[in-house]
């Protein structure tokens, strides 16, 4: 059974960095995909990066384009979501989720697993 756990999350302040960790356990890990989402109360989950199944090509959403980089490292079975010059919108729970698909932009109805979440939290 495949299982996502992704750490990493915490308060930062405005311009901070933070990185972000999801290791995947329980099946081969190139098989997968990786996508990073993000969701606030009372909005829908949104897209964050993707990576796809060797790293050759990544998605980022418009607003972290330039800020966030997205990588992975398959001997350790763990996709990184790196978080430079971080704003206070930048707020959420991030998700990590594994998917056999690549498709640009990402849906998040092609990854079939998911991580519990991690909370960043940005203060101005």
């Known amino acids: 059974q495949v299982q996502l756990v992704e750490s990493g999350g915490g308060l930062a302040q405005a311009g901070d960095s933070l990185r972000l960790s999801c290791v995947l356990s329980g099946d081969t890990f190139s098989m997968y995909a990786i996508g990073w989402f993000r969701q606030t109360p009372g909005k829908e989950r949104e897209t964050v990066a993707a990576?796809?199944?060797?790293?050759?090509?990544?998605y980022y959403r418009e607003s972290v384009q330039g800020r966030f980089t997205i990588s992975r490292d398959d001997a350790k079975n763990t996709v990184y979501l790196q978080m430079n010059s971080l704003k206070p919108e930048d707020t959420a729970v991030y998700y990590c989720?594994?998917?056999?698909?690549?498709?640009?932009?990402?849906?998040?109805?092609?990854?079939?697993?998911w991580g519990q979440g991690t909370q960043v939290t940005v203060s101005s």
């Open positions: 990576i796809d199944w060797i790293g050759k090509s990544t």
């Open positions: 989720a594994a998917g056999t698909l690549w498709l640009e932009p990402p849906r998040e109805r092609e990854y079939d697993y």
